[in-house]
């Protein structure tokens, strides 16, 4: 039991638990903190990977490299198979997970100070939706990555149960309880009962009433909030002489975590150099031309992601957009947000009705929703959930922590 862990290996950030005197703890991963951001930055001046917070910082110091996030959409696409170029050679990305999830790995072992073999890992409802052989092909790939990692023993928990087992530590009473789990590439949801008698269960099968999901996330949140709000101060949306609009897809990557790299190629470039010569709105044309030869799409993406999570506050938040050229004040409304997001949130909407139709429970019938995931505060999506169970007491879990202790919790029972 002490070489068994729970771990989350996240869209945007990961979690590792194990036991310590027989309690779920998550472990320190960097800098005291518990949480280490799924980034790799390849630090091409000193021909090294960093990861995590150190790798964003190295990455926004200016140091020339390759900057990569969102590593788990990999999983389930048909970019798994490919590679990309760094420091001037190939490297799979499949061999990009191997090394984060093997950092992962020798973190966890040094906050805990023994080897780990055995892991209970973390997965969403569907990797990929409504394709059974590829969502099973998703989780085949991972467990070859774990085994290349050095685990011999390996188990899966979705992680909207994970969750479950993390909010059910701390009640006193049984509860039937809707679990939102809204992270950076899904939102998944599961229907349990739950109590401390309960909890002490090995096998918890029975009291799983339903579960569901959807490849839906706070980076599609980050996406059409950019592509409504920042993208057209670099034109999109503009015209051509000819007077069509400009091509969307330079934008649509620039706008998504994993595809951004794409618009640095030379290939891309020569493409942007050929559509400015047939702008109609060269200054806004030339703001992207200068971002790009900046390489400065992954700090974009940044403000925007920080925008939105203010937006759960606040109805009204105001970016410095200070590396544009030139420099750009924007103000975000959380009402143009909501707008930009209102077709992802109907899906997930109904994904959520389904699952109480499957469960064959009324919406009155249901005690809690536990909310987790780090975008689980997305206002209008909190506030559709709400609004579908509306008898219930909305309860915050730890948004970046839950489903890690949860998996720890589980592992325990799984290996002991």
Request: net charge negative; aromatic share 8%.
């Amino acid at each position: 039991m002490a070489n068994a862990c729970g771990m989350d290996f996240g869209t945007s950030n990961s979690t590792v638990g194990c036991s310590r005197q027989g309690q779920a703890t998550l472990l320190a991963l960097e800098d005291g903190k518990m949480t280490l951001p799924s980034v790799v930055f390849f630090n091409a001046d000193e021909n090294e990977f960093t990861y995590g917070r150190a790798a964003l910082n190295t990455y926004l110091s200016g140091y020339e490299g390759r900057l990569m996030r969102s590593l788990k959409s990999l999983l389930g696409s048909g970019m798994i198979d490919g590679q990309t170029e760094v420091g001037g050679r190939a490297l799979p990305f499949r061999e990009l997970l191997v090394q984060f999830i093997g950092e992962l790995k020798q973190r966890a072992e040094r906050a805990c100070g023994h080897a780990l073999d055995s892991v209970v890992l973390g997965r969403p409802v569907y990797f990929v939706d409504d394709n059974p052989a590829a969502d099973q092909l998703a989780q085949d790939t991972l467990t070859d990555i774990a085994r290349a990692v050095g685990f011999r023993h390996i188990d899966f928990q979705f992680e909207p149960i994970a969750a479950a087992f993390d909010y059910e530590s701390g009640i006193d009473r049984e509860e039937l309880v809707l679990i939102a789990d809204i992270g950076g590439g899904t939102s998944d949801f599961s229907l349990l009962r739950l109590s401390p008698q309960r909890a002490a269960k090995a096998e918890r099968r029975d009291d799983i009433l339903a579960t569901g999901g959807v490849h839906i996330g706070g980076t599609d949140f980050d996406k059409y909030l950019s592509l409504s709000s920042v993208m057209p101060l670099l034109g999109l949306g503009s015209k051509l002489n000819s007077n069509s609009e400009v091509p969307s897809g330079y934008y649509f990557n620039l706008a998504t975590w994993h595809t951004i790299n794409l618009i640095y190629t030379r290939k891309a470039w020569q493409q942007l150099q050929d559509v400015y010569r047939e702008v109609s709105e060269r200054e806004k044309f030339g703001r992207l031309l200068d971002l790009v030869e900046q390489r400065a799409g992954h700090w974009l993406a940044l403000q925007v992601e920080a925008g939105k999570i203010a937006l759960s506050a606040d109805e009204s938040v105001e970016l410095q957009l200070d590396r544009l050229s030139p420099p750009q004040t924007l103000q975000l409304e959380r009402s143009d947000f909501d707008a930009s997001i209102q077709h992802l949130v109907t899906t997930v909407e109904l994904t959520v009705g389904n699952l109480l139709r499957d469960a064959g429970v009324r919406a009155d019938a249901i005690d809690t929703v536990f909310f987790t995931g780090g975008s689980s505060g997305v206002h209008l999506l909190r506030q559709k959930i709400g609004a579908l169970v509306p008898n219930a007491r909305q309860v915050e879990g730890d948004l970046f922590g839950s489903i890690g202790t949860g998996l720890a919790l589980d592992a325990i029972r799984k290996f002991s």
